[in-house]
């Protein structure tokens, strides 16, 4: 008996030493409070990670939601969706492979973020580094996923949950399959080229499926002390049946600048362009899904263009503050679809004000406070009320 329970404790100590695990659960709750719908929602996230070895590290979390927003409670009740789940593999110092459902965004932000399932690596050599990577988008809740590309899709997005119909859950089938190449020491030690290519195959059971591809050239530069600079440029391509090819085209500049002083503080002014329809062959940018443009007011980036200034600071160790303004115009004034009556040929949609604060007492508690207004402009009818939301949200990591 002495002897089991020695073998016993032995295989217990030894396995504690050769794998290391990590556990534990999430608590998020947030509300939401506008002019068009109120809404509340907890999300209870349980994660667990295990290194198995030196080479070899897994993660999985999951996702329980539940939702009231208006006036009645968001379907499917409760929501579950698979989070991040992914496989690291180190095969080599500077060479690592990812697999499962995983993290990826393009290098500008403006083409696809977000989760996706699939698989990407990383090779670093002496000339930069490469990454590539292919994805599936059809096994990814559609709200999250957020996949509009087409009108079909659209439709598919927006249809109310049928429990007899698990394809009211899904996001539209998409393939993915990315090159980027990141070139640092362009132009100065700092500097940084970043050139990527995306390629999009619709493989849903539309009637009208849209392929695209992207080409996108960033550069990142730090002309002096405390100072950056971002350009970039965004060349699309589009087949589908309905039309012949057609080009969209998408830009951005940045310039950012860290405030001297105690204070950590940070300003910024961008803007981003994408193209409108011209014509035939030149056409409305159509990302895949990408990040909205604004917090009130928050346009698909699609024949539009935003101005923004942002001011970022830590007042305090556990107290951030955020202060954002833009303004909003579209480079196609015969699009209409910007949730609102336009009466105007004005390409003035409009300007948007949004403040924030975080506070983290503590490693694991994080609360959030945020609110701001969108003021109309020429470009809608003139009795068109101003938008506004208030949002407050609280994490606990246990």
Not at 229 to 254: C, H, P, R, T, W
Not at 278 to 304: C, E, L, Q, R
């Given at each position: 008996m002495k002897r089991l329970v020695f073998f016993a404790l032995f295989a217990a100590i030894f396995s504690a030493s050769a794998f290391s695990y990590d556990f534990g659960l999430v608590l998020d709750q947030g509300g939401k409070f506008s002019d068009d719908v109120n809404s509340y929602s907890a999300g209870f996230v349980p994660w667990f990670s295990w290194g198995t070895n030196e080479k070899l590290q897994l993660y999985f979390s999951g996702n329980l939601t539940i939702k009231y927003e208006g006036d009645d409670w968001h379907r499917p009740l409760p929501l579950f969706e698979i989070g991040r789940f992914e496989a690291d593999y180190m095969l080599a110092p500077g060479t690592a492979l990812k697999a499962g459902r995983i993290a990826y965004g393009d290098s500008s932000g403006l083409v696809a973020s977000g989760l996706f399932d699939g698989v990407n690596g990383n090779l670093d050599w002496r000339l930069g580094r490469l990454f590539l990577g292919a994805y599936y988008t059809g096994l990814l809740y559609k709200e999250t996923a957020e996949i509009t590309m087409t009108g079909e899709d659209s439709f598919d997005y927006y249809a109310p949950w049928d429990a007899d119909d698990m394809g009211s859950y899904f996001a539209p089938r998409r393939l993915l399959a990315?090159?980027?190449?990141?070139?640092?020491?362009?132009?100065?030690?700092?500097?940084?080229?970043?050139?990527?290519?995306?390629?999009?195959?619709?493989?849903?059971?539309?009637?009208?499926?849209?392929?695209?591809?992207?080409?996108?050239?960033?550069?990142?530069?730090?002309?002096?002390?405390?100072?950056?600079?971002?350009?970039?440029?965004?060349?699309?391509?589009?087949?589908?049946?309905?039309?012949?090819?057609?080009?969209?085209?998408?830009?951005?500049?940045?310039?950012?600048?860290?405030?001297?002083?105690?204070?950590?503080?940070?300003?910024?002014?961008?803007?981003?362009?994408?193209?409108?329809?011209?014509?035939?062959?030149?056409?409305?940018?159509?990302?895949?899904?990408?990040?909205?443009?604004?917090?009130?007011?928050?346009?698909?980036?699609?024949?539009?263009?935003?101005?923004?200034?942002?001011?970022?600071?830590?007042?305090?160790?556990?107290?951030?503050?955020?202060?954002?303004?833009?303004?909003?115009?579209?480079?196609?004034?015969?699009?209409?679809?910007?949730?609102?009556?336009?009466?105007?040929?004005?390409?003035g949609l409009g300007a948007e004000f949004y403040n924030s604060f975080i506070w983290a007492p503590l490693d694991d508690i994080s609360c959030t406070l945020g609110g701001g207004v969108f003021f109309p402009g020429k470009a809608f009818a003139s009795k068109t009320p101003v938008k506004w939301n208030i949002s407050m949200g609280l994490i606990l990591s246990l």
């Open positions: 990315t090159l980027r190449y990141d070139i640092p020491g362009i132009l100065g030690a700092l500097n940084n080229l970043s050139l990527e290519t995306i390629f999009q195959f619709d493989v849903s059971a539309h009637d009208n499926p849209l392929h695209s591809q992207y080409i996108e050239v960033g550069y990142a530069l730090f002309p002096i002390r405390y100072f950056q600079v971002d350009l970039g440029l965004i060349v699309e391509g589009m087949e589908s049946k309905a039309k012949n090819f057609q080009a969209a085209f998408a830009g951005y500049a940045d310039v950012k600048m860290d405030i001297p002083g105690s204070l950590k503080d940070r300003f910024s002014l961008g803007i981003r362009v994408s193209s409108g329809k011209a014509n035939d062959t030149v056409t409305a940018f159509n990302p895949i899904n990408g990040n909205s443009m604004g917090m009130v007011f928050a346009p698909k980036f699609s024949s539009i263009t935003v101005i923004s200034g942002i001011y970022e600071a830590r007042l305090l160790e556990t107290l951030s503050l955020d202060f954002e303004a833009r303004y909003f115009l579209r480079t196609d004034t015969s699009n209409t679809g910007y949730g609102g009556i336009i009466d105007s040929d004005s390409p």
